[in-house]
């Protein structure tokens, strides 16, 4: 009944039972053979842009063929130095995989703020950010939800 349905998963992919394991992440896979589109999130580190590739991996096997947008939160957004960090975890993305788009969501202490209250973000550069993701992936941001 909706236009667009959201599903967070872990970032556990691997078929555990191909060696004889359990099924302990079989509702994941699931989850991502059933999708439209794929979102992968990671932060603007070097182990948050290794663990974000390793999830790559396994979900564009699991996907194959559906539009795989990836988000890095977190990046700096100022200077310099901002422009440097963006521009080599773009490149690492890139060397490995080109996804269907690619988001830098700026480290936002109102973010912070937000979650520890339990309230809604502020309209600002990550909000804008978020908007620019959503529309990537799923089309046009709804009017109503825009300021969110």
Known sequence: SHAHVVVNVGP??????????????????????????LVGVGVASPVGVARLLGWVGDAVAL?????????????????????FVRAEVAAELRRSYEPASLTFL????????????????APGLFTK?????VRAAAGPVPESTREV
């Open 106 to 121: 700026p480290y936002d202490e109102a973010v912070e703020k937000a979650a520890w209250r339990g309230e809604l973000v």
């Open 63 to 83: 996907g194959a063929g559906k539009p795989l947008h990836l988000a890095v939160n977190k990046a700096p957004s100022k200077g310099l130095a901002g422009r």
């Open 129 to 133: 950010a978020m908007a620019d993701l």
């Open 12 to 37: 556990c992919l691997e078929d555990l039972t191909r060696l004889g394991g359990p099924d302990r992440y079989g509702l994941t896979r699931s989850m991502i053979g059933g999708a439209d589109a």
